[in-house]
């Protein structure tokens, strides 16, 4: 067992881990990095999806801890849309587990691209805060946002990160802080709920998945402290690098 863990294949594993993580809590996207790591270590796909939603939850503890201690999670709202984003979750993953997405790529980067457009035509997108409160119309679209994308979270995975903040800035008017607050704790959900079902049905491999978790974590912290600190101008670039990279990538998937 520690012969395994001390492979350059698993400390390879373990540093580009640690960069995803960081990057997730930052911008999201972090999966980019992770996923195809566990991959290139030889598990499984859906071994390595489940070991990735391990990681992917311990890392979203990270940073969901430092951005609620700094205030930037609001728990009224949140109490509201995370069921949705649990029920979805749960369905998507249900679903993967027994498929393989194809079609929907095409409609996720497509989606991703409107994102970028939409983010960059916007140049005071994200950087002030114009959120004024919880209304019945902004709630019931959230909550409608965190199904949808709770399911693709739990059914496919990338760009998760990018589509919950766009969202969170375009439904509540929220800067980069605030949406990245309350988008890590509907992503911590999403992981949390595709964890189970992975986990039940014997899809997630424990040796590499808990001490990932832990390295993971950490990246979350140190990403989310410099993200707090530095704020909306500089989550801003890291956001649009992470989503045209999950973009292309796509592109290259399709292709």
């Known amino acids: 067992m520690l012969k395994e863990l001390l ?8 540093c580009l ?15 980019l990095i992770s996923l195809p790591a566990y991959l290139a270590s030889g598990l499984p796909p859906h071994i390595a999806l489940g070991t990735n939603k391990l990681s992917g939850f311990f890392s979203g503890v990270g940073s969901s801890v430092n951005y609620a201690r700094s205030g930037k999670v609001n728990w009224n709202l949140m109490k509201k849309l995370a069921p949705f984003s649990f029920v979805g979750a749960f ?31 916007n140049k005071k997108m994200g950087h002030e805060s114009t959120f004024t409160g919880l209304t019945k119309s902004n709630v019931t679209k959230g909550m409608i946002m965190a199904f949808v994308i709770g399911f693709y979270n739990g059914f496919l995975g990338p760009g998760t990160g990018s589509f919950l903040v766009f969202f969170m800035m375009k439904i509540f008017g929220y800067d980069f802080v605030e949406a990245n607050g309350d988008s890590k704790i509907l992503n911590l959900i999403g992981n949390f709920t595709s964890l189970l079902v992975f986990g039940i049905s014997g899809k997630v491999y424990f040796l590499y998945g808990i001490p990932i ?8 912290q140190c990403g989310s402290r410099c993200a ?17 990279v999950t973009a292309l990538k796509m592109l290259k998937e399709m292709f």
């Open 228 to 244: 707090i600190s530095k704020g909306s101008r500089f989550i801003k670039p890291v956001f649009l690098t992470v989503t045209t």
């Open 17 to 31: 881990c640690f960069v995803g993580a960081f990057i997730d809590s930052v911008a999201g996207g972090g999966g």
């Open 91 to 121: 369905i998507g993953v249900k679903i993967i587990i027994g498929t393989k997405p194809q079609y929907i790529n095409y409609i996720v980067f497509t989606a991703l691209i409107v994102v970028l457009a939409y983010t960059l035509t």
């Open 213 to 220: 978790s832990i390295i993971m974590l950490l990246g979350a």
């Open 7 to 14: 492979t350059s294949q698993f400390i390879i594993l373990a």
